[in-house]
């Protein structure tokens, strides 16, 4: 399995933005969170679980943080991680900073409109939107619901449909399914789109609806535009691929959504994994 959406943060840091996190998550109590959240322990439980690569989505949260936060994602690349890189649309040389995060060597940009403030399909996000689409890296975003702001309609799957409406040559990961518990409105506004991927993370844990809703949405959308993720450590890669694996779709589907069309996207040669 190739795991496109994993978070992990600095050793000092992991043990409370994971308690922090877990707590916003579960509206005030503790949910379960599946690893220590720190790059070491992440490997060691990805390779437990059979993920053979971990793609690791790293956010800046402030534009002052965002130079630290690629220096870390460019230093933990490597034994099995990817990283995406990010950046702040308050930051001044945020244009500049993704040509920085190709130079890198990572492998997209993470965008997290509800955490970093900012509409989707705001203006302002143009010049960005332009870098990336010229730099010729994915931009995963997350979409839907988060709990962090439960009424923000910043991530939705309209706002994000018209970004990948805006900029056609733009590679854009729409997560959960194209909108966390809203995946009506990702089904009127981003399934086949061509430009659009959808990541699966997760589904296993918040997915109520018929197996065969979720089968329709996925070949609706064109399967070869689904992604395996998982949002470790928030649910486990184990968990979510079970589901994959169970909800009705033939061998080949489920080895496209698992691994195949990650390398393609990400441009990795399947003989060259772990």
């Known amino acids: 399995m190739i795991d496109i959406h994993v978070h992990l943060y600095p050793d000092a840091l992991a043990e409370r933005t994971l308690e922090a996190l877990a707590k916003t998550a579960g509206g005030g109590s503790s949910i379960p969170v599946y690893t220590d959240a720190t790059a070491t322990g992440t490997r060691e439980k990805l390779a437990q679980w059979g993920v053979r690569l971990g793609v690791v989505m790293n956010i800046a949260t402030s534009a002052h943080s965002m130079r630290k936060v690629n220096d870390f994602a460019s230093e933990t690349q490597g034994k099995g991680l990817l990283c995406f890189g990010s950046v702040h649309p308050e930051a001044k040389d945020a244009v500049e900073e993704i040509a920085r995060i190709k130079n890198l060597g990572l492998h ?10 900012f509409a989707a ?12 689409e010229k730099s010729g890296l ?63 993370a997760m589904l296993a844990m918040c997915w109520k609806r018929s197996k065969e809703r979720l089968v329709s949405m996925i070949r609706t959308h064109g399967v070869k535009r689904v992604l395996f993720g998982s949002d470790c450590p928030y649910s486990s890669p184990e968990k979510e691929a079970r589901l994959i694996r169970e909800i009705g779709l033939r061998e080949d589907e489920i080895e496209m959504i698992l691994e195949e069309n990650a390398c393609g996207l990400l441009n990795i040669g399947r003989e060259t994994l772990p």
Do not use: C
């Open 138 to 200: 994915p931009v995963t975003f997350h979409a839907g619901f988060d709990p962090a702001a439960p009424d923000s309609d910043f991530a939705s799957p309209t706002r994000i449909a018209a970004v990948a409406k805006a900029y056609p040559s733009l590679q854009v990961i729409a997560a959960h399914l194209g909108g966390l518990h809203r995946w009506e409105e990702a089904e009127k506004t981003l399934l086949a789109m061509k430009n659009v991927y959808l990541d699966t």
């Open 121 to 132: 399909d705001d203006p302002k996000m143009g010049g960005i939107y332009e870098a990336i």
């Open 108 to 117: 997209g940009v993470k965008l997290h409109p509800v955490y970093q403030g």
